[in-house]
């Protein structure tokens, strides 16, 4: 088994996986509910983009925006070939690493009510739902979560 490490990386080298993920939302939730960063904006400079290399391969992924008080976590994603190895998790806790260490201390996501294993994944991970925040709107398809980060 080889080295699985967790990096910053241009979301450009990713393309094939956040496709992936806009395919698989676009099955779960109609275009209106669906709210998928561009990778020009996962390019954007309050963006942290991560994933998990495997060899050369990049295997999962996830970003964060630090925003005016709070962090959204956004594009998190494991293909089914290599879920059940940690690495949603990983990338999470990395993720709020970034935040704490831009002395952000809010740690807000939105998903969807179908997307179970996830929401699972965040609840064990200290996320509790939370309202709408920053553009987002209340949505029947959306569930708003949110964690406090210590220093």
Avoid: W
């Amino acid at each position: 088994m080889s080295l699985i490490e967790i990096k910053q990386i241009n979301p450009k080298d990713a393309e094939n996986l956040i496709r992936e993920l806009d395919e698989y939302q676009s099955k779960l939730y109609p275009p209106e509910s669906c709210h998928l960063d561009s990778i020009e904006t996962l390019q954007q400079d309050n963006v942290k983009f991560l994933g998990a290399v495997e060899s050369t391969q990049i295997i999962a992924i996830g970003s964060v925006k630090i925003l005016k008080g709070y962090g959204e976590i956004k594009r998190v994603y494991v293909p089914p070939l290599h879920r059940g190895k940690g690495l949603a998790k990983q990338i999470l806790v990395n993720l709020e690493s970034i935040l704490v260490e831009n002395e952000v201390y809010i740690s807000r996501l939105e998903t969807g009510p179908y997307s179970q294993d996830a929401i699972g994944l965040y609840k064990k991970l200290g996320y509790a739902e939370c309202g709408a925040f920053g553009d987002y709107h209340d949505d029947p398809l959306s569930t708003f979560m949110e964690k406090k980060l210590s220093r």
